[in-house]
């Protein structure tokens, strides 16, 4: 299994950035995905979360009304639609793949490698 990170970058306050997670290895639909981030120094936390079919959508409070979790099927492919960012979004961001909705945190099944997001003030 692999799911592969992209569209991370430099940006300024206030900006865009839209992360990808390719997904390989498995069914796809078959399994709830998610994204996290670790900021230097600090916890990994949950950021955002989607169900099977992308019915279902929740966020943590700090990202909540800025950034937008959505998912492909047919392209086997999560996505991250971060806007307004701020300097404190800054961090690295991975994908995750689970069984569960709402996930597991920690307990998901499988984990990307990150890509870093940068945002200056």
């Known amino acids: 299994v692999q799911l592969q990170a992209s569209g991370g970058g430099l940006v300024h306050s206030g900006g865009s950035l839209r992360l990808s997670c390719a997904a390989s290895g498995l069914t796809f639909s078959s399994y709830t995905m998610g994204w996290f981030r670790q900021a230097p120094g600090k916890e990994r936390e949950f950021v955002a979360g989607?169900?099977?079919?992308?019915?279902?959508?929740y966020y943590a409070d700090s990202v909540k009304g800025r950034f937008t979790i959505s998912r492909d099927n047919a392209k086997n492919t999560v996505y991250l639609q971060m806007n307004s960012l701020k300097p404190e979004d800054t961090a690295v961001y991975y994908c995750?793949?689970?069984?569960?909705?709402?996930?597991?945190?920690?307990?998901?099944?499988?984990w990307g490698k990150g890509t870093q997001v940068t945002v200056s003030s």
């Open positions: 989607i169900s099977w079919s992308g019915g279902r959508t």
């Open positions: 995750a793949a689970d069984g569960s909705y709402p996930l597991r945190g920690d307990a998901m099944y499988y």
